[in-house]
């Protein structure tokens, strides 16, 4: 498990942006786009690069397991998800979901000790830059450049290219009449039924958003790998989350 230096350290690299978010700026975007742009960020919020999250919830490992954790993600850099889960409710798995310095890795270990699973290498990089991909959710300032091609599905679905690291995917959002996020969906690098690596369907329901430093994101929420549906979270997600604490720079 990565210490709390080393998600200080991502956090404090994190490039400064001093430009602010200005909704004059987007009016050539279509109105589906604009609705969720206005709606995600304040006027003059200053647009951050990085976000840090600290979270709770459970992920199923098998069963469902509680965990808490906490992470950063600093866009074009990398992120560093950090958890401890409680096997049975009551066995601690300490470790991390990395990619620093271009290179992904995943590293658990029971009671800090015992390795449970321990990857790294390019499918894993990959896998791991899909998940910041779907996560630019989480700094919807990334996709307030006035710059990027958009393409309206219909009045209440969007979708944008996300180029991150070397690795592109088309990200859609499902929003509300008022522009606020209700679903997301994108093609992620992985093998979640443990045979080849390739693009797989990934996707989530968000089910509460909040209000931090002039930004409105989903503080509840539940993904996983094909179509999650929010009339059945238990069989068709595998991590449930809700986040106590968001900060940005």
Request: aromatic share 8%; no cysteine; proline share 6%.
């Amino acid at each position: 498990m990565p210490k709390k230096s080393a998600l200080n350290h991502l956090w404090e690299s994190a490039t400064s942006n001093s430009q602010v978010f200005d909704p004059h700026r987007l009016t050539h975007l279509p109105d589906p786009v604009q609705r969720y742009l206005n709606h995600s960020i304040a006027p003059g919020t200053p647009l951050a690069t990085a976000v840090r999250l600290r979270m709770h919830g459970q992920i199923k490992l098998n069963t469902w397991t509680p965990f808490q954790a906490e992470q950063v993600i600093a866009w074009d850099q990398g992120m560093i998800w950090s958890a401890t889960a409680w096997m049975k409710g009551i066995l601690p798995i300490f470790g991390a979901d990395s990619l620093v310095n271009g290179g992904g890795r995943l590293a658990w270990k029971l009671l800090g000790l015992i390795p449970v699973m321990t990857a790294d290498g390019e499918d894993i990089t990959r896998s791991i830059i899909g998940r910041m991909q779907g996560e630019s959710i989480w700094l919807p300032s990334v996709l307030a450049n006035g710059d990027r091609p958009w393409t309206v599905l219909n009045d209440r679905e969007i979708e944008t290219p996300i180029h991150l690291l070397g690795e592109t995917t088309r990200l859609r959002l499902q929003l509300s009449p008022q522009g606020q996020l209700a679903q997301m969906r994108f093609q992620r690098w992985g093998n979640p039924d443990d045979t080849t690596y390739g693009d797989r369907l990934f996707s989530g329901v968000m089910e509460a958003e909040t209000e931090v430093s002039g930004y409105r994101v989903p503080s509840q929420f539940s993904v996983g790998w094909g179509q999650v549906e929010s009339d059945n979270l238990d069989e068709t997600a595998f991590f449930q989350a809700t986040l106590d604490r968001i900060t940005y720079r």
